[in-house]
């Protein structure tokens, strides 16, 4: 089983990174954080590389769900998704697959809250490559 919901954009990445942010929201997302992870390997590391930033996305009612389900859960949460510019003209956007966190509990009860994320994730994805 892969651990990642992948899509291919074919547009720069700042516009794909805003495209991103809209598409979580109309998915009912918010953006709880936002970790720029370029820009803190060059001021920590003096390191290069792609622009990249990590989104931490969370639709409260399935955050609920799943921490009823599964008091722990929050180790997990929130989904991340990674938008990352392969070149100047193509971004890959990366989304944890939530059946991983059904595969990583063992908890059959988080089935649901892990489906209902899932399709709200692969509609965000597939909607920056329509």
Known sequence: MSYALT????QPFAPTL??????LADQGFGVLTEIDLAATLKAKL?????????LGA???????AAVQAEPS????LPCNVVV?????TTTLVEAMDPEVMVTMTRNESLTDVAADARE???GALDSLTA
């Open 7 to 10: 899509a291919t954009v074919n």
């Open 18 to 23: 805003e495209a991103t942010r809209a598409a």
């Open 46 to 54: 003096d390191a290069d590389i792609p622009a990249q930033v990590i």
């Open 58 to 64: 969370c639709r409260p009612p399935l955050a609920y």
């Open 73 to 76: 859960i929050g180790l997990l």
């Open 84 to 88: 990352r510019a392969v070149d100047d």
């Open 120 to 122: 709200r994730l692969i």
